[in-house]
């Protein structure tokens, strides 16, 4: 029976290539989201990827649907928390609920995802949580304290979670992405996003499928070893 993974976020973006890679390396996937119907009976039309709706930023949300995935496909091995959300503004101008909302999805959201199955990857001894976090986390961004704070914090949360779960066989680490060619980002102006892939030493986007890449080398069986790490795909853009 193969191992069943989750990936929160997990029907578009970079969450969607991860869903893709897991599944094509022979995991049962899940894969979660929060709000459009359509793209994501799209995504489970097109990869046979079960799709589940709930809130992150909700634990009870997140802890009843992580119930019903393990009820229809069985216990969840692997965590990959990669749903996320921005709120951008510059601090002064920052709201409390833009701060509140990026905070209980950003962050909040992995405890409510990591948290309900916790137990039963110590009971089975084994476990695999990967967070995906990213470059504005590690350097910071301008217009991004709520985002970056986050970030941030998903690093403290695998650097913990390392040191409880390894005598578990349960590994947690953070990928760090930088500028990835997702809708998002390729929906900005074309003059930002030169100015963007300028300061990229690549010289390109990097794609949302060398994340997944990252994805699966870390929840592999025999990657015990790999645990508290970050790992930096950003195309040398940055450097911790």
């Known amino acids: 029976m193969s191992r069943v993974a989750l990936v929160t976020g997990g029907s578009r973006g970079i969450g969607a290539a991860i869903s893709k890679e897991l599944k094509e390396a022979g995991y049962t996937v899940a894969a979660t989201y929060a709000g459009n119907d ?10 046979g990827i079960k799709t ?3 809130n992150v930023g909700s634990y009870d949300d997140s802890a009843a649907g992580l119930a019903k995935v393990e009820e229809e496909l069985g216990p969840i091995d692997i965590i ?3 749903a996320g959300i921005t709120r ?4 002064h101008k920052m709201t409390k609920e ?3 909302e990026v905070i209980d999805t950003n962050l909040t959201g ?3 995802t990591v948290h309900p199955v916790w137990p039963g990857m110590r009971e089975r001894k084994f476990g695999r949580v990967v967070v995906i976090s990213s470059i504005n986390g590690q350097k910071g961004q301008f217009g991004q304290v709520n985002y970056a704070a986050t970030k941030a914090g998903d690093l403290g949360i695998v650097k913990s979670l390392a040191q409880e779960g ?3 066989n349960i590994t947690a680490n953070a990928i760090c992405p930088g500028y990835i060619a997702t809708e998002m980002v390729m929906a900005v102006p074309e003059k930002v996003r030169e100015a963007i892939i300028g300061q990229i030493p690549t010289g390109r986007l990097g794609e949302p499928e060398e994340i997944a890449r990252c994805v699966k ?3 592999a069986d025999d990657a015990q070893f790999v645990n508290g790490s970050t790992v930096s795909a950003n195309g040398a853009q940055f450097f911790v």
């Open 38 to 47: 359509e793209k994501a009976a799209a995504f489970t039309a097109e990869t």
């Open 52 to 54: 589940y709706k709930w």
């Open 80 to 82: 990959v928390a990669n």
């Open 88 to 91: 951008d503004a510059p601090f």
């Open 98 to 100: 833009q701060w509140k």
């Open 110 to 112: 992995v405890f409510n």
């Open 166 to 168: 390894a005598r578990f």
């Open 217 to 219: 080398f870390l929840v």
